[in-house]
C-alpha cells in the first residue's frame, strides 16, 4: 500500500476551530484543544417525513456523532482552548449531562482540572459516566441545573476558575459552525432549522452562525429559527420562570435559560417561532425515528421532532421546504430511557436451532 503523501496527511479533518479558523476568534498562537469534533453527517430522514405525511427534505445534523457524542463539542473545543490561551487552572460547569461530559473531556486533553456541577438524580447514565472517566470532581448539586449554574456563576465572579457553560462566549463561537457545516453541506442555507432548546445557547449560536455566512456572501438566505422546548420546561415559550421545570428530556430540564433574551431575538428575527412539546409527544418522535430510520437520539433531541410532527398537522410547513433539524445529543446517552420507552423485553431461548426457529416462527 501507498502512504499518504505529506499533503494528503494534513488535508484530513483536524478539527472544526483549523477548519473555520477565519470566523473565530483564534490567533496563530492561540493553543488549539481538540478531539477533531465537527465535520459531522447530514442524514435526509425519508421514511420519518413520509410516515408524518410531510412533503419536504428534513436533513439531521447527527451531532451525537462527535467524541464525546453531542454537539456540545463545537463549544468546548473553543472555550477549552480559549481557556489554556489565558493560562486558567480549573475549568468548570453546570450541566444537565453533556457540557459536564464534553467539559471534562477536553479539559483531560489540555491537563486542566475540571469540576462540574449536576442536577443530582436528574442526570442520564451514559453522561454521568462520562464526566467521572473523564477525572471530572464530580458534584452532585440537591437542586437542579438553574441552581447549578447560579453557584457557579457565583464561582466564575472570583476570577479562580473558567466557567466553560454558555454564558461563556467562546462555547458559542465554537458551536456556531455547526450552521457553516450545514450549508457546506447543502450548498445553500436550509428554509427552517429546528432544534431543541434548553440554556438557549445553541439557538443563539445556530443563528450567529447563519448569519455569519450570509453576510460573508457564502448563501443568500438563512433559515427561520424554529426552537422547542419540553412543555413540563417552557421558560420561553410561556414568558415566565420555570421554578420546579420538569420532563423526561433532562438535558432540556431548565427553568430559567442564561441565553433567553438571544434566543428571542434569534427567534423574531429570523421570523422564526418557539413552542413546546408534552414528554408523549417527545417520547412519540424519539420511537419513530429510532424506528423508522435507524437513528437513535436522546429524548431531548426528538423535541424538535415531535414539533414537527405538530407543524405537519397544522398544515405550517410548505411544500417542498428544505428543512435541517438538529440531532443534539446521542441515544446511546440514556440507555434507561430508551428501554423503558421500547416497552420490549428480550425474548429468552434456549440455545438451540430449534427454540429459535420456533420463536421466529420459521
Ligand atoms: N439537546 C441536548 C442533548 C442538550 O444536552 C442540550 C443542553 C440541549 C439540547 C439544549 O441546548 O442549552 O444550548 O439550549 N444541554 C446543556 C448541558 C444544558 O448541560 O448539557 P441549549
Known amino acids: 500500500m501507498q502512504h499518504p503523501s505529506s499533503k494528503e496527511q494534513i488535508t484530513h479533518w483536524q478539527g472544526l476551530i483549523r477548519q473555520y479558523a477565519s470566523y473565530l476568534p483564534?490567533?496563530?498562537t492561540t493553543p488549539i484543544i481538540t478531539l477533531n469534533e465537527g465535520n459531522t453527517l447530514l442524514i435526509k430522514l425519508d421514511n420519518f417525513v413520509r410516515k408524518i405525511g410531510g412533503e419536504f427534505d428534513l436533513y439531521l445534523k447527527y451531532e451525537g456523532l462527535n467524541p464525546t457524542a453531542s454537539f456540545k463539542d463545537r463549544g468546548m473545543t473553543m472555550a477549552i482552548s480559549k481557556a489554556v490561551e489565558k493560562k486558567a487552572e480549573v475549568v468548570i460547569c453546570a450541566s444537565t449531562g453533556n457540557t459536564s461530559a464534553s467539559a471534562a473531556a477536553y479539559a483531560a486533553r489540555a491537563n486542566l482540572k475540571c469540576v462540574v456541577l449536576l442536577p443530582d438524580g436528574n442526570i442520564a447514565m451514559g453522561k454521568l459516566a462520562q464526566a467521572l472517566m473523564y477525572g471530572a470532581q464530580t458534584i452532585a448539586v440537591d437542586g437542579n441545573f438553574d441552581d447549578a449554574l447560579r453557584i457557579v456563576r457565583e464561582l466564575g465572579a472570583t476570577g479562580k476558575v473558567e466557567v466553560v457553560n454558555s454564558i461563556n462566549p467562546s462555547r458559542i463561537e465554537g458551536q456556531k459552525t455547526a450552521a457553516f457545516e450545514i450549508c457546506d453541506q447543502l450548498g445553500r442555507a436550509p428554509d427552517f432549522?429546528?432544534?431543541?432548546v434548553g440554556n438557549a445557547g445553541n439557538i443563539t449560536a445556530y443563528w450567529k452562525g447563519y448569519q455569519e455566512y450570509h453576510a460573508a456572501g457564502i448563501v443568500n438566505a438563512r433559515p427561520r429559527m424554529c426552537g422547542y422546548q419540553a412543555a413540563g420546561a417552557a421558560p420561553i415559550v410561556d414568558g415566565q420562570i420555570y421554578?420546579?421545570?420538569e420532563t423526561i428530556a433532562t438535558a432540556i430540564r431548565i427553568g430559567n435559560p442564561a441565553s433567553w433574551q438571544a434566543a428571542n431575538h434569534a427567534i423574531k428575527s429570523s421570523d422564526g417561532w418557539i413552542g413546546k412539546v408534552t414528554d408523549e409527544e417527545i417520547v412519540e418522535a424519539y420511537m419513530l425515528v429510532?424506528?423508522?430510520?435507524?437513528?437513535?437520539v436522546e429524548p431531548a433531541s426528538a423535541a424538535p421532532l415531535a414539533g414537527l410532527i405538530?407543524?405537519?398537522k397544522a398544515g405550517r410547513i410548505p411544500e417542498g421546504s428544505l428543512i435541517s433539524a438538529t440531532m443534539s445529543g446521542h441515544g446511546l446517552k440514556d440507555p434507561d430511557r430508551a428501554i423503558q420507552c421500547a416497552a420490549k423485553k428480550p425474548i429468552?431461548?434456549?440455545a438451540t436451532l430449534e427454540a429459535v426457529s420456533k420463536l421466529i416462527g420459521l
Not at 290 to 296: D, H, I, K, M, R
Request: proline share 9%; hydrophobic share 30%; aromatic share 8%.
Open 290 to 296: 429510532a424506528q423508522t430510520e435507524g437513528v437513535f
Open 310 to 312: 405538530k407543524c405537519v
Open 26 to 28: 483564534v490567533t496563530d
Open 348 to 350: 429468552k431461548s434456549e
Open 193 to 196: 432549522h429546528f432544534l431543541p
Open 243 to 245: 421554578e420546579h421545570p
